[in-house]
């Protein structure tokens, strides 16, 4: 759960007129102005460490359930496939996270190959469920990618 800008700003507001309501209804002997600065600053000090909560929590559970990324090369894809297609089927098998297909530089058209990036603590076991699997009537070949090896 993420907190933005909306839900800070109307708990401050909620923080602000309680602080309002508690500092007016007591014996505390203040002018308007004072009881709302007192109210507003209650509010700043509030917002944010209930923020801090929220988002703490959220990221100490995305955390734990994290998994390494492995970069597939993935063949013999259709030419008629988009990057939204291939990780459509593939979110059937594994946790995607990003697809690229490449494309000739001069025509434009897609060469029938890519790359996928995905969620996985086992890449032998995803490269054993998707390897050869037919993917709009073509049979897909599944390997891990090969690391890029920079020529001087």
Same mark, same amino acid.
Not at 61 to 78: F, I
């Given at each position: 759960?993420?907190?933005?800008?909306?839900?800070?700003?109307?708990?401050?507001?909620?923080?602000?007129?309680?602080?309002?309501?508690?500092?007016?209804?007591?014996?505390?002997?203040?002018?308007?102005?004072?009881?709302?600065?007192?109210?507003?600053? #209650?509010?700043?000090?509030?917002?944010?460490?209930?923020?801090?909560?929220?988002?703490?929590?959220?990221?100490?559970?995305?955390?734990?359930?994290?998994?390494?990324?492995?970069?597939?090369? #993935?063949?013999?894809?259709?030419?008629?496939?988009?990057?939204?297609?291939?990780?459509?089927?593939?979110?059937?098998?594994?946790?995607?996270?990003? #697809?690229?297909?490449?494309?000739?530089?001069?025509?434009?058209?897609?060469?029938?190959?890519?790359?996928?990036?995905?969620?996985?603590?086992?890449?032998?076991?995803?490269?054993?469920?998707?390897?050869?699997?037919?993917?709009?009537?073509?049979?897909?070949?599944?390997?891990?990618?090969?690391?890029?090896?920079? #020529?001087?």
């Amino acid at each position: 759960m993420k907190v933005g800008f909306i839900q800070c700003a109307l708990i401050s507001a909620i923080f602000a007129i309680a602080g309002y309501l508690v500092f007016s209804s007591t014996g505390f002997n203040a002018s308007l102005p004072v009881t709302v600065a007192v109210s507003l600053l #209650v509010s700043g000090i509030v917002t944010p460490w209930l923020a801090s909560l929220f988002s703490n929590s959220s990221s100490s559970s995305s955390v734990s359930s994290s998994k390494e990324t492995a970069t597939l090369y #993935v063949g013999n894809l259709p030419y008629k496939a988009n990057e939204e297609a291939v990780k459509e089927y593939f979110k059937n098998y594994i946790d995607v996270q990003s #697809v690229r297909l490449m494309k000739d530089r001069r025509t434009g058209k897609r060469k029938g190959y890519g790359f996928i990036e995905v969620l996985t603590s086992d890449v032998d076991t995803a490269i054993t469920k998707l390897n050869d699997k037919v993917f709009l009537e073509r049979t897909l070949k599944v390997r891990a990618a090969k690391d890029k090896i920079a #020529v001087e």
